[in-house]
C-alpha cells in the first residue's frame, strides 16, 4: 500500500504520517524473540550499542529498558529488515531517492515502567555532521503503541521552526527542555498529538519533527524497531562525534554517503532489476 497524494502532503506540512502494515505476524514474533535474545545475552552483541539503559527495581526476571542502536550493521536477523520493499516504497514517496539507511535502533519498555520516558527532541540535533536537514524516520510496532504503554507523541509542523541550539546546548536533565526554547515560534501550537500505531504498522516522521514518548503503564512490554533514513543527497558536513553511530568519514567531506555501510532501501522496481 502506498501513500496517497493528500497524505504526502500532510507529511510535508506537519511533519509525520501515519503508515500501514509492513511487517507480517511472522516478521514480528521473529524479531521480538530476536530482541529478547540480545537483551539477555543469548547473542552476540556489542555491548557499546546497548547503552541507555534504565534498570528495573521491580520484580526478578524484568528485563531492563534498553534503546539498542545500529543492529543492522552487526546482527542478521535485522540486516534483513533492510530490503523490506514495502517500507522501501513507501520511503521512496517521502524522501528524494535512492534513500538509505542512515542508523537502526530498537526500543524496549518493559511493563509498569513509567520512568522509560524519552525527552522532547529533534533527530537531526544528533545527525547535524550530515546534511540537508531532510532525513526521516520509520517507526514501526512490534506490539500495538499506545497512550497507555509509551506511544510516540509529536508536535505537529515544528519541524519547519528554525530554532538555533546544537547539542552541547541540550539539557538532559528536564525531560521538557526543547519545549522551553525561547525560539520557538510566538504563538507556536505546542499540544502533543499521540501516535498510536498497530503492530506490525509503521509511523514516519521528519528529522526535526519535535518528538517524544512517556512511560509504560501497562502489564505488557513495548518493543519497536526504528529505521532512520537519508535521502539520496545526504552529504558528510563533519566528522564523527559519536562511536555508536555509522561511520561518516569513509567519504570526503562533501561527498554523498553511500555504500555498503548505507545500504539503500528496495522498491518493486529496483528488486526487479537486480
Known amino acids: 500500500m502506498l501513500f496517497t497524494d493528500a497524505e504526502i502532503e500532510q507529511y510535508k506540512e506537519q511533519g509525520y504520517l501515519q503508515g500501514p502494515r509492513v511487517f507480517s505476524d511472522g516478521q514480528i514474533v521473529v524479531l521480538q524473540q530476536h530482541i529478547d535474545e540480545i537483551l539477555d545475552g543469548r547473542v552476540d552483541f556489542p555491548k557499546h550499542l546497548m547503552g541507555e539503559t534504565i534498570e528495573q527495581s521491580g520484580a526478578k526476571g524484568q528485563l531492563p529498558s534498553v534503546k539498542v542502536v545500529n543492529l543492522f550493521r552487526h546482527d542478521p536477523v535485522f540486516a534483513e529488515v533492510v530490503d523490506n520493499v514495502g517500507i522501501g516504497e513507501l520511503a521512496h514517496q517521502l524522501m528524494q531517492g535512492p534513500v538509505r539507511l542512515w542508523e537502526d535502533q530498537m526500543i524496549y519498555k518493559p511493563s509498569f515502567d513509567e520512568r522509560t520516558v524519552l525527552a522532547w527532541h529533534q533527530d537531526y540535533t544528533y545527525w547535524d555532521h550530515v546534511g540537508p536537514a531532510d532525513m526521516g524516520t ?89 529505521m532512520h533514513l537519508m535521502p539520496g543527497n545526504t552529504r558528510r558536513l563533519g566528522d564523527n562525534w559519536n562511536e555508536r553511530q555509522g561511520d561518516v568519514e569513509i567519504v570526503p567531506v562533501g561527498a554523498v554517503l553511500e555504500g555498503a555501510t548505507y545500504p539503500e532501501l528496495k522498491t518493486a522496481a529496483s528488486q526487479d532489476s537486480a
Do not use: Q
Open 138 to 226: 520509520c517507526w514501526i510496532a512490534l506490539e500495538d503503541a499506545t497512550v497507555d504503554n509509551g506511544c510516540m507523541h509529536v508536535v505537529p509542523g515544528s519541524h519547519r521552526w528554525d530554532l538555533d541550539y546544537t547539542r552541547e546546548d541540550v539539557d538532559g536533565s528536564d525531560p521538557d527542555w526543547l519545549l522551553k526554547r525561547p525560539d520557538i515560534p510566538v504563538g507556536a501550537d505546542l499540544a502533543p498529538v499521540a501516535c498510536e500505531v498497530a503492530a506490525g504498522h509503521c509511523h514516519f516522521h521528519h528529522c526535526k519533527t519535535f518528538h517524544g514518548s512517556f512511560g509504560n503503564r501497562t502489564a505488557d512490554a513495548r518493543r519497536s524497531y526504528i
